[in-house]
């Protein structure tokens, strides 16, 4: 049975955390541009991604030491604080960039300290991990496409305190759920920090399928995954004009619904290896987008990319949460989350200034070529190709 107590708690706070983070970029493009201009932008939001990125690994090793659950549980709460002071601000009159840095930094370091126990929990929710990633998906990709147009007509008739306080009462909402949530205490394992952390990485280079695909994403993120969203926006727009970018973002999100449904009924004996032929279909959307094909053609790019995008996610999710041991798997997700995310600002900070000097066209038809060679790979490794589906999570813990 899929809907137990516990599922159902994890579920509203998962696709309501989602909403808050959908609503989250869209206030700070509204809000903070407003008052500081796209440069105040680009700082509030490096200022969430540096400590995320530098406190994901130890969010996996406390996470793995004393329980996912009051670890989300804290970080939520923290959100709920760092948020709810900038709705103060905007309610108070115009908030300084130094309070809006420095909260942006707070909730990233605390983004840090939730994001690894998003895994660890399925297997302890849900018997069935790949119905559960895959539901969760698709509430979270309605999630995704309804929190920027609340951000928008929140911010649009109510000005920008209102917005970041529905979204800190999106981590209240989390928090609640999470704290009804009962699960089997961890045991307490005497360890180091640093022994963690170096046991978590051993268990990482152990497993090459993960680490093989950590290694494509890596390569994704500065080719693929980066460049697409600030060239696509700045291309579309250009080309079609500002609505046909949000109506490709709409099409992108339907696909994700679809995908995720999809999943549902699919499971297929090699997720991994389905899941990168699926990959191949991500490529459209570059290519549509460089070809600068007509709306239709544009749309129907953007719908598969989310239908395989969702397919995709959820091979992986499920294959991570089923074959790695649970208490390693919070650390095995850092190490997932920095591989496959670090990357990222580097290819969407140096996307504008190479397409500035070669084309946005060239730039994403190396992105097209970059999709496709990963597929490839990812194909060619035996170790993924050959991953097979586990019949359950292993809830195995360690010896002492």
């Given at each position: 049975m899929l809907w137990t107590a516990d599922f159902t708690r994890f579920f509203v706070a998962r696709s309501v955390s989602a909403f808050g983070d959908a609503m989250l970029i869209v206030a700070a493009a509204l809000a903070i541009g407003q008052v500081y201009g796209a440069t105040g932008v680009g700082v509030v939001l490096a200022a969430h991604m540096i400590p995320f990125l530098g406190f994901i690994l130890f969010g996996?090793?406390?996470?793995?030491?004393?329980?996912?659950r009051p670890l989300m549980l804290g970080a939520d709460l923290v959100r709920l604080l760092a948020q709810g002071a900038v709705?103060?601000?905007?309610?108070?009159?115009?908030?300084?960039?130094?309070?809006?840095?420095?909260?942006?930094?707070?909730?990233?370091?605390?983004?840090?300290?939730?994001?690894?126990?998003?895994?660890?929990?399925?297997?302890?929710?849900?018997?069935?991990?790949?119905?559960?990633?895959?539901?969760?998906?698709?509430?979270?990709?309605?999630?995704?496409?309804?929190?920027?147009?609340?951000?928008?007509?929140?911010?649009?008739?109510?000005?920008?305190?209102?917005?970041?306080?529905?979204?800190?009462?999106?981590?209240?909402?989390?928090?609640a759920c999470l704290a009804g949530l009962r699960l089997e205490k961890v045991p307490r394992v005497a360890s180091s920090t640093l022994r963690d952390l170096v046991a978590g990485w051993h268990e990482f280079r152990a497993?090459?399928?993960?680490?093989?695909?950590?290694?494509?994403?890596?390569?994704y993120g500065i080719f693929l995954f980066g460049p697409l969203i600030p060239l696509g926006a700045v291309t579309v727009s250009a080309e079609l004009g500002a609505?046909?970018?949000?109506?490709?973002?709409?099409?992108?999100?339907?696909?994700?619904?679809?995908?995720?449904?999809?999943?549902?009924?699919?499971?297929?004996?090699?997720?991994?290896?389905?899941?990168?032929?699926?990959?191949?279909?991500?490529?459209?959307?570059?290519?549509?987008?460089?070809?600068?094909?007509?709306?239709?053609?544009?749309?129907?790019?953007?719908?598969?990319?989310?239908?395989?995008?969702?397919?995709?996610?959820?091979?992986w999710q499920t294959s991570v949460q089923t074959q790695v041991p649970q208490h390693m798997l919070n650390r095995m997700t850092s190490y997932e989350v920095l591989g496959s995310t670090g990357s990222l600002p580097i290819g969407q900070a140096l996307a504008g200034p190479v397409a500035g000097v070669v084309g946005a066209e060239r730039v994403l038809g190396v992105s097209v070529l970059v999709g496709l060679l990963g597929s490839t790979v990812l194909l060619l490794v035996p170790a993924v190709r050959t991953l097979g589906r586990a019949a359950e999570p292993v809830l195995s813990r360690p010896s002492r």
């Open positions: 996996g090793v406390l996470a793995d030491r004393i329980g996912a709705a103060v601000a905007f309610f108070a009159g115009t908030p300084s960039l130094w309070l809006l840095v420095t909260c942006s930094a707070v909730s990233g370091a605390a983004a840090a300290m939730f994001q690894p126990g998003v895994n660890g929990i399925v297997p302890l929710v849900s018997s069935d991990p790949h119905r559960a990633n895959a539901t969760i998906r698709v509430a979270n990709a309605i999630a995704e496409m309804l929190g920027p147009a609340a951000a928008g007509l929140i911010f649009g008739f109510f000005g920008a305190g209102p917005v970041y306080a529905v979204d800190a009462a999106t981590f209240a909402i989390s928090a497993r090459q399928w993960i680490w093989s695909v950590i290694l494509v994403w890596v390569f609505p046909a970018y949000g109506w490709m973002q709409s099409a992108l999100g339907a696909g994700t619904v679809l995908g995720g449904l999809a999943a549902l009924r699919l499971k297929p004996r090699r997720p991994l290896a389905a899941g990168a032929v699926g990959m191949f279909g991500f490529v459209l959307l570059p290519l549509a987008i460089a070809l600068h094909v007509s709306l239709p053609l544009l749309l129907a790019a953007a719908a598969v990319n989310g239908v395989v995008w969702a397919f995709w996610s959820i091979m």
